[in-house]
């Protein structure tokens, strides 16, 4: 059950497109389809971005994308905003538990 | 619309016990598997435990809280809870329920356990 490998954080300016890797092992991340990604503002609930590696829940700007390649999944977002600032996890569910990234702090420069 | 309201954190004694209550509504609540994730200070999102939708046969532990914690559920109130026994400092957290379908799309807006003497 150890944590899936995320970039403590990154950066970019509005408009500008960042992403955010996860790595894992063949396990979790390399060996299944549920790979969710969450956006976290300190003091609210998650909210769910991405799901089934590329899957984009209802509501979610189109800005957001996913994608996978082996062990490791990337959560894409283009046209940066403002409000995108917050922690971002990665999460995997290999069948008998539930592991996260260790999250990544975009910051909106 | 879909609510998950968790209750029942506070202040606890390391060797202490809590029981924290998750209080769904707007879905069927017996029908969908539910997860405790957590979020110690200044830390990332943790998985503690998940029991499935039905009458819960199946539940699944972190090795964290394994043999301390129990889920459990009563579809009759829709509620969810964890019954944390052994508190360790370690334990401190925000500790969120969410509805889980291969991943999660609800999560409630969690509740603080703090265990210090």
């Known amino acids: 059950q150890s944590a899936l490998t995320q970039p403590r954080s990154v950066s970019g300016s509005p408009g500008q497109s960042v992403t955010i890797s996860c790595t894992g092992t063949?396990?979790?991340?390399?060996?299944?389809?549920?790979v969710s990604w969450y956006q976290h503002h300190p003091g609210k609930a998650p909210k769910l971005m991405i799901y089934?590696?590329?899957e984009r829940p209802s509501g979610v700007p189109d800005r957001f994308s996913g994608s996978k390649s082996g062990n490791t999944a990337s959560l894409t977002i283009s046209g940066l905003q403002a409000e995108d600032e917050a922690d971002y996890y990665c999460?995997?569910?290999?069948?008998?538990?539930?592991?996260f990234g260790g999250g990544t702090k975009l910051t909106v420069l | 619309e879909v609510q998950l309201l968790e209750s029942g954190g506070g202040l606890v004694q390391p060797g202490g016990s809590l029981r924290l209550s998750c209080a769904a509504s707007?879905?069927?609540?017996?029908?969908?598997?539910v997860n405790w994730v957590r979020q110690a200070p200044g830390k990332g999102l943790e998985w503690v435990s998940a029991?499935?939708?039905?009458?819960?046969?199946?539940?699944l532990y972190a090795d964290s809280v394994k043999g301390r914690f129990t889920i459990s559920r009563d579809n009759s109130k829709n509620t969810l809870y964890l019954q944390m026994n052994s508190l360790r400092a370690e334990d401190t957290a925000v500790y969120y329920c969410?509805?889980?379908?291969?991943?999660?799309?609800?999560w409630g807006q969690g509740t603080l356990v703090t265990v210090s003497s």
């Open positions: 999460c995997s569910f290999p069948g008998t538990y539930v592991v």
């Open positions: 707007g879905f069927t609540f017996g029908s969908y598997a």
């Open positions: 089934g590696v590329s």
């Open positions: 969410a509805r889980w379908i291969e991943y999660y799309d609800y």
């Open positions: 029991i499935s939708g039905g009458s819960g046969d199946t539940t």
């Open positions: 063949s396990s979790d991340v390399g060996g299944y389809y549920y």
